[in-house]
Antibody, heavy 118, light 107 residues
Framework: QVQLQESGPGLVKPSGTLSLTCAVS?????????WSWVRQPPGKGLEWIGE???????NYNPSLKSRVTISVDKSKNQFSLKLSSVTAADTAVYYC???????????WGQGTLVTVSS | DIQMTQSPSSVSASVGDRVTITCRAS??????LAWYQQKPGKAPKLLIY???SLQSGVPSRFSGSGSGTDFTLTISSLQPEDFATYYC?????????FGGGTKVEIK
């Protein structure tokens, strides 16, 4: 059973960079899956941030593309998210996820709340 | 971007009721649609993929239908554990987009 666990600072200052890591267990990050980040502002809906394949290929949401970098570390079986120039609007629960065939998320991390505040 | 519009945004129902949620895409997405259930403080859970395929382990009272631009999620007989928020998501093109959610509340 694949498990994903997000980690990283829960508080980031405005204009700073949000950095999160997702550790994958119970499966290899080099499997035939994409790995994704999705976020959810408090009380609001879901927003797809982007995804990465173990080869390093990425797809990003154009609305965030200029600020987002998703990377993979196969040696540690994990992938990461960096979001730069954050504002209060980036405050959200951030989920890492495994994408099955056909672009559907079939495994989710538990999510981690990141608050942008001084 | 493909816009996904869910209706209603909320519905009040009783245990045993049949509940139908609609999701409309701003352009055709064939059958590239999934439905998720989310309970407070928890990650979403995949219910339906490819518009009508039931994810393993999901009760058969959940069903999905539709193709192109119009889709529905039906709960045939609402159970206490089904009170949650439901989201549709298109996987036809990038960026992946979600509907705004439908909250199923106790009547």
């Amino acid at each position: 059973q694949v498990q994903l666990q997000e980690s990283g600072p829960g508080l980031v200052k405005p204009s700073g960079t949000l950095s999160l890591t997702c550790a994958v267990s119970g499966g290899s990050i080099s499997s035939s899956n994409w790995w994704s980040w999705v976020r959810q502002p408090p009380g609001k809906g879901l927003e797809w941030i982007g995804e990465i394949y173990h080869s390093g290929s990425t797809n990003y949401n154009p609305s965030l593309k200029s600020r987002v970098t998703i990377s993979v570390d196969k040696s540690k079986n994990q992938f990461s998210l960096k979001l730069s120039s954050v504002t209060a609007a980036d405050t959200a629960v951030y989920y890492c996820a495994r994408v099955a065939v056909a672009g559907i998320v079939n495994y989710w991390g538990q999510g981690t709340l990141v608050t942008v505040s001084s | 971007d493909i816009q996904m519009t869910q209706s209603p945004s909320s519905v009040s129902a009783s245990v045993g009721d049949r509940v139908t949620i609609t999701c409309r895409a701003s352009q055709g997405i064939s059958s590239w649609l999934a439905w998720y259930q989310q309970k407070p403080g928890k990650a979403p859970k995949l219910l339906i993929y490819a518009a009508s395929s039931l994810q393993s382990g999901v009760p058969s009272r959940f069903s999905g239908s539709g193709s192109g631009t119009d889709f529905t999620l039906t709960i045939s007989s609402l159970q206490p554990e089904d009170f949650a928020t439901y989201y549709c998501q298109q996987a036809n093109s990038f960026p992946r987009t979600f509907g705004g959610g439908t909250k199923v509340e106790i009547k």
